[in-house]
């Protein structure tokens, strides 16, 4: 060993995670060390820079910076970087700039590899500064996503533009174009200057124009008067879920009381050109399931770049679910343009993943229809068939495929009247068969997405209700919790899936985020939570305290980790040209995926047998 | 605490006129040693390749003195580099055999001894090796009289013929900043002491680390880094390399 050398080896060893390392190690990684200096001022890594060694610092400083450039981090001399780039096999997230003059050592990638495969201490040192390995991997994903991370003030820069609710529409539409905006708040008369209204360009061509309204008509009689707005510290992608859940462009900012300003589709797609938003705007321009078929490769990409921007888990299922609501939605207008209004009410259901807004690019269709309870099946259910056919079959062509189990709303028996549906509900948490259930578990996750909403919100109630006094009907679900297992052998290896078509692979939905959810979700009926999505299930679960001394972090951590791999492959799947499905096979996981889908299948693990001690569930049932 | 840099230059008051390329052609097929012909061989960049493109070699020898007539070298640091890396893998170190008895002075200053060199080959024995990790690099050093003036008289010494290369000077480029600037001049009516060029001081004053001075290939991998300091705090990295080597 040269001079040089030993010169090297004895200044990584006094910094850690060196210091941990053997005399041969060190040794060998002073021997394959290569140097550059940087000037202050200058940038040592750039955004989307492929990197190809660990970074230490032999002497001076820098800093490290989100891609908004944020500050994030400062390093000096002993300290390293680039580590999660390496790890993760992907470019640089986060820009790095010597603020002092720099000497950088460079240790190449395979020797890091090779020291995060054999040296324990040096794998833990590289991966996390707190004590959760998933939780870190969770975080640093979302600290890279600018929606996620950029709150909606920063939107906002002009004062807010209102007129008063006697104005009328002529004087409200020179207002929108003296000031440049395409919607307006509508203020109270009374000195209060609360906000009533807004309306918007569309509604100045769909309800003024169209409609041949007089240009002296009060903006009061064509306003939107249910307005939906949004905090001001929310963060920019919650403002773009509220948009995609609400189908509305426009959303008025609060803060505390008091409304600051109002914050458009166009300031979010300003963030991202091909948005989600930007999809479903396009959805209710189209006019036939073909054309809205035409769609499918945006809403492809949509995923595919929310993937690769690190959105989380949450956002993209709820966006991948605003766009399968969209699609529902549109087919329902299309289908009622045709075949003329409905004979009485009624609500179009979604359930399963859609309702609980965990959609990805591959889903069945799960639906029903919940009609008012005039409802007469000789007189108008022939209407009813129809519509659910239509959007059944118009949904098929847009991708979601038929239900297998014929949880469809063309399915008779999942097209009934509001009174009938409670009955069912009724009837699934007093008289509880595991395997009745095992088939309807899935109407546990509902939602309303079109017509009379309230009829799906009196049915979520009841089920809030009434599941929470029934423990023999939680002890029925949990048990059908415990059917689906994580794939974690006893020496924490892989259970490959064994049926064939898939073997030596993992199916990641059905071994990890659905039993998860099925987890998840008898917890939150238990706690009496009316939340549909798993995450804000898990905050009633945590405020309820039901799981003793655990606030549930590890359950959703480990929901997002899974979920976000599982998105992950099926965005390469859809960017290489191939049928994208839930199965990886490990060897095409990186070490670092491997690792960390470990460490969540044993939280799912954990979590099943503490279903099992709670619910007192035996294995023979 | 080091005095700060002065703002950075963008010319340098020197001979730019060398076309080592050329030379080199000429060499190459006045050579008649084989191994000065695979050297010369090798070809060199031309006078207006940008330095950010230019294969460099620091190289340091530690001599039994300072007159390479009287004294000798006993050892030979080579570090590959550019200035995007320094290639310190890549990096060689010889002892050689003096045909020079060693001085006690010198001994204290390098810590290479009689009996550390009684097994080390004569510098012809490893001149093939030595020729091949300079081949097509320019070679850096600090302070070149040192190393040209004993690599010319070795050779001399050795095959009766000289040998000749580029040169960029780390001492020149710091001697040019601090010795014949006004601020110098002014300093020196002042009656300040002039700014040091050695190289240990020279490389505080761009923030590098101190290292043990006195070996040839610490001193090769110190002037590595030096010289990536001065071109990112004084040159552009388009700068021909034709205005900076000798």
Redesign the interface.
């Known amino acids: 060993m040269e001079v040089e050398q030993i010169e090297i080896r004895e200044h990584l060893r006094r910094f850690a995670p060196f210091d941990s390392l053997t005399d041969e190690w060190l040794d060998r990684v002073a021997c394959q060390v290569e140097i550059a200096y940087f000037k202050a001022g200058s940038t040592i890594l750039k955004f989307g820079q492929e990197i190809s060694d660990l970074h230490y610092i032999r002497s001076g400083a820098v800093e490290v910076y989100r891609r908004n450039g944020n500050f994030y981090n400062r390093q000096a001399e002993g300290e390293i970087f680039g580590q999660w780039a390496l790890l993760m096999g992907r470019a640089v997230r986060f820009p790095v700039k010597a603020i002092e003059d720099t000497l950088i050592y460079y240790i190449k990638a395979e020797l890091f590899h090779k020291l995060w495969e054999a040296q324990e201490v040096f794998a833990d040192f590289v991966e996390i500064d707190d004590p959760s390995r998933l939780r870190s991997a969770v975080v640093e994903r979302e600290q890279n996503n600018e929606l996620m991370t950029s709150r909606l003030d920063k939107l906002l820069s002009r004062d807010l533009v209102r007129v008063a609710q006697s104005a009328t529409l002529q004087q409200a539409a020179q207002l929108m174009t003296d000031e440049g905006v395409s919607s307006l708040l509508i203020s109270a008369e009374d000195g209060s200057n609360a906000i009533v209204g807004i309306i918007t360009d569309r509604d100045l061509r769909t309800r003024v124009l169209a409609k041949g309204l007089g240009y002296d008509t009060p903006v009061s009689a064509i306003m939107s008067s249910d307005v939906i707005s949004i905090p001001s510290d929310a963060f920019v992608f919650e403002a773009m879920l509220l948009m995609l859940r609400h189908n509305v462009h426009h959303l008025p900012v609060k803060q505390r009381d008091e409304t600051i300003g109002v914050v458009g589709l166009s300031d979010i797609i300003r963030y991202e050109s091909q948005s989600s938003l930007y999809i479903v705007s396009h959805i209710h321009h189209r006019q036939s399931a073909e054309e809205l078929a035409e769609l499918v490769p945006e809403a492809k990409a949509a995923f595919v770049r929310m993937v690769n921007e690190d959105a989380n888990s949450h956002m993209i299922g709820s966006a991948m679910a605003g766009i399968g609501r969209s699609f529902t939605r549109r087919l329902l207008e299309l289908a009622e343009a045709e075949l003329g209004p409905p004979p009485v009410p009624y609500c179009f259901l979604a359930a399963g993943s859609m309702a609980r807004d965990e959609q990805f690019i591959i889903t069945d269709q799960d639906n029903a229809l919940v009609l008012d309870d005039r409802f007469d099946p000789k007189q108008h259910d022939a209407y009813f068939h129809q519509l659910a056919a239509r959007v059944s079959d118009g949904l098929a062509a847009c991708g979601y495929s038929y239900c297998k189990g014929g949880i469809m709303a063309t399915n008779p028996h999942w097209r009934q009247p509001l009174s009938v549906w409670k009955q069912y509900f009724t009837d699934w948490i007093d008289k509880p068969d595991p395997r009745a259930l095992l088939n309807s578990s899935i109407f546990f996750d509902l939602d309303g997405v079109y017509g009379e909403v309230a009829f799906a919100d009196s049915l979520k109630r009841l089920v809030a209700d009434r599941a929470r006094q029934r423990p023999l009907f939680l002890a029925a679900l949990a048990r059908n919790a415990l059917n689906r297992t994580p794939p974690l052998g006893f020496f924490r290896t892989f259970v490959m899936e064994k049926d064939g078509k898939h073997n030596n692979s993992i199916n990641l939905k059905r071994r990890g985020t659905a039993p998860l959810s099925d987890v998840i979700r008898v917890h939150a009926l238990a706690c009496g939570s009316i939340a549909q999505n798993s995450f804000n299930r898990l905050k009633d679960i945590a405020d309820s305290r039901i799981l003793g001394h655990s606030n549930g972090d590890d359950l959703r951590d480990a929901l997002e980790f899974i979920a976000v791999v599982r998105a992950r492959h099926q965005a390469l799947d859809i960017e290489a040209g191939r049928e994208p499905d839930n199965n990886v096979e490990p060897e095409h996981l990186t070490q670092f995926e491997r690792r960390n889908l470990k460490d969540a299948f044993e939280v799912i693990s954990n979590a099943q047998k503490f279903l099992r001690m709670r619910y007192q569930v035996n294995r023979i049932g | 605490m080091a005095p700060p840099l002065p703002p950075p230059e963008q010319t340098l008051p020197i001979d730019t006129g060398l076309d080592w390329q050329a030379r080199f052609a000429q060499l190459h097929a006045q050579a008649r040693d084989p191994r000065l012909r695979a050297y010369y061989g090798a070809g060199m960049v031309s006078p207006q390749t940008p330095l950010s493109d230019v294969p460099f070699a620091a190289m340091d020898f530690e001599t039994t003195g300072l007159n390479p007539q009287r004294h000798a070298i006993v050892s030979i640091g080579v570090v590959p580099?550019t200035l995007?890396?320094?290639?310190?893998?890549q990096?060689r170190?010889w002892l050689v055999q003096p045909q020079r008895p060693l001085l006690k002075q010198s001994v204290t200053f390098h810590h290479i001894t009689d009996s550390d060199l009684t097994q080390a080959p004569d510098l012809s024995d490893i001149l093939s090796d030595l020729l091949q990790a300079l081949a097509g690099r320019v070679v850096v050093v600090h302070h070149r009289t040192i190393e040209r003036g004993f690599f010319e008289a070795a050779l001399q010494l050795r095959l009766g013929k000289s040998i000749e290369f580029p040169v960029v000077d780390t001492m020149e480029i710091e001697a040019q900043r601090h010795r014949q600037s006004s601020m110098s001049l002014w300093r020196r009516l002042l009656g300040r002491r002039p700014v040091s060029i050695r190289l240990a001081d020279s490389r505080e004053r761009?923030?590098?680390?101190y290292?043990?001075p006195h070996?040839a290939?610490?001193d090769a991998?110190a002037s590595?880094?030096l010289l990536?300091?001065q071109i990112?705090?004084r040159y552009d990295p388009d700068l021909p390399i034709g205005r900076l080597w000798l």
């Open positions: 580099f995007q890396r320094i290639q310190l893998p990096s170190h761009y923030h590098l680390p290292y043990p070996h290939l610490m991998l590595a880094e990536q300091a990112a705090h």
